[in-house]
């Protein structure tokens, strides 16, 4: 399939991964000068993951994420400085500043929201899913969720729903091979994928995560799939993390082997693209200029955020509530 896409969206590919990058190893720089609070959940690694998997959705398709979700709406095209803004705390980011690192939506670009409940975002993207079902609109929904949430009910509540009134929604987890410091051999029995046939759908493992158009190929069939009306897919992409499990956390052991790590690190996703890019007659100077325009985009994202106000006290008591006009 990939075969065919045309060369710059390719270069969008390259581009957003690109983003989801350098927007994280700034954000991991803020967190430790103190310039964002709390802490922040990099995707750097998982980047060929996130684009593949949000390219193959259109741009009207809905979304939700988990703890480690900067890179999903990145990933679907949405601009860097109210994102920025957001995990900073300030009344220009996204949720204006209420969600933080943790609990972003942009509704923009179909995000509907992540949380740091493990699994609980996945029944909003089924919602959301049954929602474009029952309006008929042709959307479609995906729900990103870690091995770490493989086991929850909450997924498997979402799957069965699902499968029984057909939806189209994707289930995609996004494993990692850890949950926090646990390896997921440890705690999930068998192939994650093949859990869909239990649910009567499809079940499918992308072994490859770290090439984003093997992602883009599994997840566009599903979405091609849901649209048509044939219902929910479970997806299972094998991938890795290259920090730590949040910026700043100090576990005190080494639970992962440096062998291990030094493998995953050759396969750097952003690396291998662009050397499929070359490959295709892509110069190396449209790709460093690529680069550039990227950490220069960084750079404004930072810029917006440092210039911008923190809320009002008062703005904590806003967006509580729906006001409801009652006709006269």
């Not at 957003?16 to 802490?39: N, W």
């Not at 299972?236 to 005190?252: A, D, F, K, M, P």
């Not at 952003?270 to 550039?292: K, M, Q, Y």
Request: aromatic residues 6%; charged residues 20%; proline residues 4%.
């Amino acid at each position: 399939m990939n075969a065919t896409l045309p060369i710059e969206t390719l270069l969008e590919m390259q581009r957003r991964m690109l983003r989801i990058r350098r927007f994280d190893e700034r954000a991991s720089k803020m967190v430790k000068r103190g310039q964002i609070p709390g802490t922040v959940h990099t995707s750097i690694g998982q980047e060929a993951q996130v684009v593949g998997s949000c390219m193959a959705l259109g741009e009207q398709d809905y979304m939700s994420g988990n703890h480690r979700s900067h890179g999903h709406p990145i990933g679907k095209g949405a601009p860097l400085g109210p994102l920025m803004a957001e995990l900073v705390g300030k009344a220009t980011g996204v949720c204006k500043g209420k969600g933080g690192s943790l609990h972003l939506a942009d509704f923009a670009v179909g995000s509907l929201g992540e949380s740091g409940i493990v699994g609980s975002s996945i029944p909003i993207a089924t919602g959301a899913a049954l929602s474009a079902e029952v309006l008929g609109n042709g959307r479609v929904s995906l729900a990103f969720f870690g091995d770490g949430a493989a086991n929850q009910g909450s997924l498997y509540e979402s799957m069965n729903m699902a499968g029984v009134w057909k939806l189209p929604v994707i289930f995609l987890c996004e494993n990692n091979q850890y949950a926090l410091s646990t390896p997921a051999h440890t705690v999930t029995s068998g192939v994650i994928a093949e859990r869909a046939a239990g649910f009567g759908m499809e079940g499918v493992r992308v072994e490859d995560g770290q090439s984003v158009l093997a992602v883009y190929d599994a997840v566009s069939t599903a979405v091609s799939r849901a649209r048509e009306g044939g219902g929910p897919t479970l997806v299972e992409v094998i991938t890795y993390r290259y920090n730590e499990h949040s910026e700043g956390l100090r576990l005190g052991t080494d639970y992962r082997d440096a062998a291990e790590r030094s493998t995953w690190l050759d396969r750097d996703p952003i690396v291998l693209f662009r050397d499929h890019l070359v490959s295709r007659g892509v110069s190396a100077d449209t790709l460093d200029a690529l680069e550039a325009e990227v950490l220069a985009e960084v750079d404004l994202a930072v810029a917006f955020t440092n210039d911008s106000p923190y809320p009002e006290p008062s703005a904590a008591f806003e967006d509580l509530y729906t006001d409801v006009e009652v006709a006269a």
